[in-house]
């Protein structure tokens, strides 16, 4: 019988044993009497028999056959009175009332018992099943290095590991041991799976792909018999690559030797460590792991024998960008008029995953407009929706009032972006709000650079803080709105990581504040103030670059009140204008 037939049937028999109890009840309805009257059926002969118990009442049965309650005076000596009377007092037992009650609280726990027995070894049933199917080899060989665009250091390191893979034997000859495992790590989307595949696919092995929270599991030593079984799979297939993403699930770091997760956590970890540590020798098996916080690793994991190699997998420069706009345009109809280079340029910080979602996005658009080609102004229409998502059609709610503080909040942004660097482009400003809860946008884009230097955060600083700027200076500081929290938290950030990452404040000094926090000797409170006295300072730089170009703002903000999106070539006409008179 089914779990749920048993579950059905106890709350039949719930059902019945309580309509049992309340006709019973009804039927054998007793009358309630006073103590004196009772005493006077007493005095009077009228008492049959009496039942005794510690309840606040008594029963009692009349000679008659009526059956009676009343109070029960709990005296030493009433049950002696009863007797003299020639009463038949008897003791109370278990009356129905108690017996259904008994019945009803034994069948529920009879029921749960039977429950939690069958199914938790069900679950752990089912949990090692999937770990059967989670571990079924791929052995899809057709992605190569061809077939990642960009990440052109990452790709050569990862090119010595397929000869590892192919000829251990060789490097066995000299002594040289084999790399037990490689980590990738990087910010999302930047291709670190699409190399552990295409390190599978040049090596010609087959690949194991799991997840870190694959292993996370609730039921003791599971996570550490999947771990086991993982790498016993691989070896029975000889030469091959395990692949573990978001291996930071299942790794984090310890401190001071206790365990920041659960025990379970650290039995897997360490079954993982045992593995690689290798035991036995694991010619041609390469454990290949991706993450993208690598500060959260337990040190174990990252000692020599285990993750040997660490290779960061950077967001992609603009040719890398381009190689990848071409890679995932090839299967694309694009219009002659569409420029991959200009793209490439347009598209600074995109990881690869956002450029293949880009392309997408335009073929959708292009779809949905039933073109044969898919245009410039469908990828515009693209690229808008990914950063900011989808344009609000109806926009007949917004007053006046709201699109006029929003276009002085962006060409604030805008504004200051040109000034502050020459370099700078504001390549398009647009006050259409979006279904991501933004009211407009200004879209910056700073020469690309390997580092940024002091000068670079600070302005970027002040761009952050240029909207807010700019509605205290034209409405008044009691009338700034709410539109600014998201640049607060990008200038909080920029100005926390100036002082307490990059040690680029010459109050605060060289020291890093992760090493402090991790150490446990807090100095949040001198960070905080110091981080507060740089937003103040450069807040109020920004107002003044606002206040010098006020008209330059002004007509920015008229612009965008007329077209609602201002392109880079009207923006740039409205600065050489000015700046020419």
Same mark, same amino acid.
């Given at each position: ?10 709350? !039949?028999?719930?059902?019945? &044993? ?6 019973? $009840? ?5 009358? %309630? ?38 109070? *029960? ?27 259904? !009650?008994?019945?009803?609280? %034994? ?22 099943? *999937? ?9 899809? %060989? ?14 050569? @390191? ?87 993403? $978001? ?14 997760? @659960?025990? $379970?956590?650290? +039995? ?40 040997? +190699? ?21 299967? #694309? ?12 340029? $347009? ?7 956002? /450029? ?46 709201? +699109? ?22 504001? %390549?398009?400003?647009?006050? !259409? ?8 946008? @200004? ?8 580092? #940024?230097?002091?000068?670079? &955060? ?52 060289? &020291? ?14 001198? /960070? ?21 170009? +006020? ?14 999106? /201002? ?15």
């Amino acid at each position: 019988m089914k779990r749920k037939n048993y579950f059905l049937l106890f709350i !039949i028999l719930l059902v019945l &044993i309580s309509g049992t109890y309340f006709f019973v $009840e009804r039927v054998n309805k007793i009358e %309630t009497i006073s103590y004196k009257s009772f005493v006077e059926e007493l005095e009077n002969n009228q008492v049959e028999r009496v039942i005794l118990s510690d309840s606040p009442q008594i029963k009692a049965e009349l000679r008659n056959g009526e059956r009676v309650l009343t109070d *029960n005076p709990r005296t030493e000596d009433f049950k002696k009175e009863l007797l003299l009377y020639g009463v038949r007092v008897e003791e109370a037992g278990l009356g129905l009332k108690e017996v259904l !009650i008994f019945l009803a609280l %034994t069948s529920g726990l009879i029921y749960l018992v039977y429950f939690f027995k069958n199914k938790v070894p069900k679950e752990v049933e089912k949990e090692m099943s *999937n770990l059967s199917n989670m571990e079924e080899v791929d052995y899809d %060989t057709r992605i190569s290095f061809k077939d990642v665009a960009g990440n052109e250091e990452a790709k050569e @390191s990862l090119k010595e590991m397929v000869d590892f893979i192919k000829n251990p034997e060789v490097y066995n000859q000299y002594g040289a041991r084999l790399p037990r495992g490689v980590l990738l790590y990087g910010p999302p989307g930047t291709g670190k799976t699409l190399l552990a595949k295409a390190l599978a696919g040049e090596a010609g092995v087959p690949i194991f792909p799991v997840s870190g929270s694959d292993f996370v599991q609730v039921y003791a030593g599971l996570g550490a018999s999947r771990i086991r079984g993982l790498f016993k799979k691989a070896k029975e297939k000889g030469k091959s690559v395990i692949f573990i993403d $978001e291996i930071d699930s299942l790794g984090k770091k310890r401190r001071d030797n206790q365990a920041t997760g @659960s025990e $379970e956590g650290d +039995r897997t970890l360490n079954a993982l460590l045992a593995e690689m540590s290798g035991f036995k020798e694991n010619d041609g098996i390469i454990v290949v792991a991706a993450t993208n916080r690598i500060d959260v690793l337990d040190e174990a994991l990252l000692r020599p024998g285990r993750f040997d +190699r660490q290779i960061e997998v950077q967001l992609p420069d603009i040719n890398a960008r381009e190689k990848i706009l071409r890679v995932h345009a090839k299967n #694309k109809p694009l219009a002659e008029e569409v420029d991959l280079r200009k793209l490439a340029e $347009e598209t600074v910080y995109f990881s690869g995953a956002q /450029l293949e979602s880009l392309l997408n996005e335009a073929a959708m658009i292009a779809v949905k407009d039933q073109d044969q080609l898919i245009t410039q102004e469908h990828i515009g229409k693209a690229y808008y929706k990914v950063l900011v998502g989808d344009e609000k059609k109806d926009r007949s709610s917004l007053s006046h009032k709201d +699109r006029e503080i929003t276009a002085y909040h962006e060409a604030g942004h805008a504004l200051v972006a040109k000034l502050v660097s020459k370099e700078n482009r504001v %390549t398009k400003v647009s006050i !259409i709000p979006s279904t991501k809860g933004m009211g407009g946008f @200004s879209l910056n884009i700073g020469p690309e650079k390997m580092y #940024k230097n002091k000068e670079d &955060i600070l302005n970027n600083i002040k761009i952050a803080l240029g909207g807010r700027a700019a509605e205290e200076i034209v409405y008044g500081p009691d009338q700034i709105t709410t539109g600014a929290s998201s640049d607060l938290e990008k200038a909080t950030e920029m100005a926390l990581s100036l002082i307490g990452l990059y040690g680029m404040d010459r109050q605060s000094g060289l &020291i890093s504040y992760n090493v402090l926090l991790s150490m446990d000797l807090k100095d949040e409170i001198d /960070l905080v103030n110091r981080a507060r006295e740089i937003l103040e300072d450069m807040y109020s730089e920004t107002k003044n670059i606002l206040l010098e170009s +006020r008209e330059i703002l002004n007509i920015l903000a008229a612009g965008l009140l007329e077209k609602e999106v /201002l392109e880079e070539n009207d923006i740039d006409e409205i600065f050489s204008q000015e700046f020419a008179s």
